[in-house]
């Protein structure tokens, strides 16, 4: 018997959290972003202090997934042919041959992301936001599902080039992990006393049902008064006095979808106002920019959004 949609949702997110968690010790709430995000068909920016798992978190989501993994290691010197690919000339045909990158993967972990140059990063803005690769005049259209999980450092900044707000916006969610409790870290010790548990872990899930199951939450019910106001804080944020830039469109409907993907993820058929408020700092918080004195003056975007939440009350709407 054929589980139905919500119930094989509930079913993957199940299987992906304790097999991730034979790997990685706590970080629940990453990895439900992460679950989030895979449901929606977005992308996630892990930004966090080396060392405290953001590489690995990736490949134990694409190892639990059975889905195909690669890693971009970025430098100032790479080039865009090396994310997207390379013709080659055949001499014994006289043809071009093309050399996929490896963004034409399942899972693509872009390490250190803001060490490439904006050529490299722009690159990468058709793949995230279309699902496709132009090169040499021809476009060729990504595998499904396919996400990027790019990692940044926020204490290094000598050598970088920030990511452009064209390409922040293209993210569905940001990701901080942080450090772990004491009782993790002993944990972890433990764990790591042998051969690392990544080296061992199977997959669990089909990947391949992704696509179906990103279109399922689609169902997921979001009544008029949560809609309401989801629209009432976007605005709230486009005329704030500390914000320059406020939610974008694309910014409203993440926000939406991410909703309705963690409902999803609960076994619910509609979403509740904690499902929107849960989300609404990983999914806008990296889009906002702040005017310069709201910055110098300490101010930082989540505590901009935590004020916008609490002084926007949520209102029943009446439909009639």
């Known amino acids: 018997m054929s589980l139905s949609p919500l119930a094989a949702i509930e079913s993957l997110a ?3 959290r304790q097999n991730i968690a034979r790997v990685i010790v706590g970080h629940e709430h990453a990895v439900d972003l992460l679950l989030v995000t895979l449901l929606c068909g977005g992308h996630a920016l892990i930004e966090d202090v080396p060392g405290v798992g ?13 889905l195909q ?21 055949r001499p014994s045909d006289a043809s071009f041959v093309f050399h996929p990158g490896p963004v034409f993967a399942n899972v693509l972990l ?45 204490i290094e900044f000598e050598g970088t080039f920030p990511l452009p707000e064209a390409q922040r916006d293209r993210f569905l969610v940001e990701i901080a992990l942080g450090y772990p409790t004491p009782g993790e870290e002993l944990q972890m010790l433990e764990r790591l006393a042998g051969a690392h548990p990544i080296e061992m872990l199977a ?4 990947g391949a049902a992704l696509p179906a199951l ?41 926000l939406f979808r991410a909703t309705q993907a963690r409902a999803a993820l609960a076994g619910r058929e509609y979403a509740i106002p904690d499902d929107l408020k849960t989300l609404i700092m990983p999914v806008w918080r990296h889009r906002m920019v702040l005017h310069p004195e709201s ?25 009639e």
Request: charged share 15%; with cysteine; hydrophobic share 50%.
């Open 54 to 66: 953001k590489t690995m978190l990736a490949r134990a989501l694409a190892a639990s997934l059975d």
């Open 110 to 154: 872009a390490d250190e992301i803001n060490r490439a140059t904006p050529r490299t990063q722009s690159a990468l803005l058709e793949a995230m936001g279309e699902g496709q690769v132009t090169s040499d005049g021809v476009t060729r259209v990504l595998a499904r599902p396919f996400v990027v999980l790019a990692t940044q450092n926020p």
């Open 295 to 319: 910055a110098l003056r300490g101010r930082s975007a989540a505590q901009v959004l935590e004020s916008i939440i609490a002084a926007t009350p949520l209102a029943l709407v009446d439909t």
């Open 14 to 16: 199940t299987a992906v």
């Open 203 to 206: 997959a669990v899930v089909d």
């Open 214 to 254: 990103q279109q399922a939450i689609w169902a997921v019910h979001v009544d008029t008064t949560l809609r309401t106001y989801l629209v009432q804080l976007a605005n709230a944020t486009r005329t704030h006095a500390d914000i320059a830039v406020g939610a974008s469109p694309r910014a409203t409907l993440a």
């Open 69 to 89: 993994f690669r890693r971009l290691q970025c430098t100032p010197d790479l080039l865009p042919n090396d994310v997207l690919g390379v013709s080659v000339y």
